[in-house]
């Protein structure tokens, strides 16, 4: 007789974006030590994604497991120690006693693909092995625009759990990112998690992305507002509402000095850097 998922929830949480209620509700009793070691993992990686990078850091010593340490590792390169934290991760990954486990595997491919060097991302998550480093391979494949591969990695996710989070979360991704009569596929994949469980930014996003792809920007903005009242500083709500109100022909520039201040490195921050440079030079050229 299979013995349940006592990880199962807390699993859901973090994998659709709450947060706090991962981090809330991870007292979870009867775990065995790799049980508890995966949901420590857990909650780490919920601060990180709630910016406590600081917390993360103080709490996990040298003396705890190779996947803790992995994640604090996330949390030193995202406070902007990056060369630090890269030197240390490719140090573990050639060490052969601890190079292959999964949680350092999945770090490193997060990392390398914040640096956009998409190939070294692969590189330690190609083999899979988790449906964490499968989903992540999704990732790095959509942005290599190669939907061909994301496919590949896909279909490995629907043989190993087809019902599983992670996997309709990937399924919605790709299908997002081929387009056409897929949206529709991908907006009924949010709309399921909306209703089985707790609304969250991530899954408000995802409904929002599709009804934009889809042509319906007023339902768009409704869904974004509210994702925005869930947090303020989201970076992706941020810039899909830009995206939104241009479409309907708001006023965006609120909302763009939000996402100036609170995350410069935004890729529509740097691009609208770019394009405003770029015209600033054409303009002296012809002056």
Known sequence: MATPDLLFNLRN???LGAYQSAINNSDVPGLDADAAAERDVIVFRS??????YQLVIS????????SLQAVKLLA???TGDKVGAIASLKEWLSDSAIGSNPVLRLIAGIIFMHEQDYNEALKHTHTGGTLDLHALNVQIFLKMHRSDYADKQLKIMQQTDEDHTLTQLANAWLDISVGGSKIREAYLIFQDFAEKYPMTGMVLNGKAVCCMHMGSFEEAETLLLEALNKDAKDPETLANLIVC???LGKASSRYFSQ???S???HVLVKSTASAEDNFERALQAVA
């Open 13 to 15: 949480l973090f994998y």
């Open 47 to 52: 601060y990180i994604a709630l910016g406590s």
């Open 59 to 66: 709490e996990i010593d040298s003396s705890a497991a190779t």
């Open 76 to 78: 030193l390169y995202l």
């Open 245 to 247: 109100n241009l479409h």
């Open 259 to 261: 996402l100036k201040l």
């Open 263 to 265: 995350h410069p490195d």
